[in-house]
């Protein structure tokens, strides 16, 4: 979740993500909405993954084989993210949306289980959306500074590269790590 959000912050640097908490929410006081986020966050990730990874990837799966199954998933994994009350997608937000999907859809077919899918997604759910209504909170210009000598001579900006690319290695290797472990266990 830190190699996600720190990866968030480095693209938000550069390109706008347009997050905002929906109209709808605003009006409700900060616990109550605190409340409404963990637990929508919540129920996020245990409906989507067992619909997506579960009901929808692990038939795929048996008759067409792993990329298949993960490449269709991920697709409509990204293309349900597509609706009418997020206006505000863009191509880099959606760039996320359809990598996390591919990361599930690994993840579960890996460990042959929905369940840690369902505990990062949820997880990342409720830390993205506290980290969209922080921004929310933030003037616009704020976010994103207009010139890439000032985006580059940010030490912050180093700092989050640096974390993604840890974290992004880090994931690998225990993917990989993963995968061998399960190669050598005998099937229950």
Same mark, same amino acid.
């Given at each position: @979740? ?7 912050w480095?693209?938000? !640097? ?12 605003q009006? =409700? ?26 009901? @929808? ?13 993960i490449?269709?998933? $991920? ?7 597509? $609706?009418d ?7 880099? /937000? @959606?760039? =996320? ?12 077919? $890996?460990? /042959? ?12 759910? @409720? ?9 929310? $909170? /933030? ?16 030490p /912050? ?19 990989? !790590? ?11």
């Amino acid at each position: @979740m830190l190699c996600s959000l720190s990866l968030q912050w480095v693209v938000a !640097r550069l390109v706008p993500l347009h997050y905002s908490i929906p109209e709808v929410l605003q009006p =409700f006081p900060p616990a109550s909405l605190l409340v409404i986020v963990l637990t929508l966050s919540a129920v996020a990730g245990i409906v989507e993954e067992a619909a997506f990874r579960g009901y @929808m990837q692990t038939p795929i799966e048996a008759r067409h084989g792993r990329t298949i199954a993960i490449a269709v998933v $991920t697709v409509l994994f990204g293309a349900a993210h597509l $609706t009418d009350w997020q206006s505000d997608m863009t191509w880099a /937000r @959606m760039g =996320f949306i359809v990598a996390a999907g591919g990361f599930y859809g690994l993840l579960a077919t $890996t460990v /042959r289980s929905i369940l840690p899918g369902v505990v990062i997604h949820a997880g990342g759910n @409720m830390v993205g959306i506290l980290w969209i209504w922080w921004l929310s $909170t /933030r003037r616009v210009e704020d976010q994103v500074p207009t010139d890439l000598q000032d985006i580059v001579a940010d030490p /912050r900006f180093a700092i989050g590269c640096l974390v993604s690319i840890v974290g992004t290695l880090g994931a690998v290797w225990s993917f990989r !790590r993963l995968l061998a472990s399960l190669r050598r266990e005998p099937p229950a």
